[in-house]
């Protein structure tokens, strides 16, 4: 079973125990507005300049408002060499598996 698939199927709790981070890439306001807790909000037009502190995190899940900005915030991590993340897409699908935890 891969990632996504155990992710949205109640792995959300075994991802982020062994270390996984929650990146929510919507702008500050937007995040302000809801997040899931604990997610690290690091706007997509910031991706670049905190290439950094990503690595650090390990695995990454995407999450932002599942449009465009997603395919961009992606694009740059496979660009700066991160390669273990996946897109989960909007935040609230992330929240919703992550309250099942």
Not at 10 to 17: I, P
Not at 22 to 36: K, L, M, P, Q, T
Not at 48 to 57: E, M, N, T
Request: with cysteine.
């Amino acid at each position: 079973m891969g990632l996504f698939s155990s992710l949205f199927g109640g792995g959300l709790k075994a991802a982020l125990e062994e270390g996984s981070a929650i990146i929510d890439i919507r702008s500050a306001a937007e995040y302000d507005s809801g997040h899931v807790p604990g997610a690290h909000n690091i706007p997509v037009d910031r991706i670049a300049i905190s290439i950094p502190r990503i690595k650090g995190f390990g695995k990454v899940i995407i999450c932002g408002a599942g449009d465009s900005r997603n395919s961009q915030a992606t694009d740059l991590l496979r660009r700066n060499g991160i390669t273990s993340f996946i897109d989960g897409g909007s935040w609230d699908r992330v929240y919703r598996s992550w309250k099942k935890t």
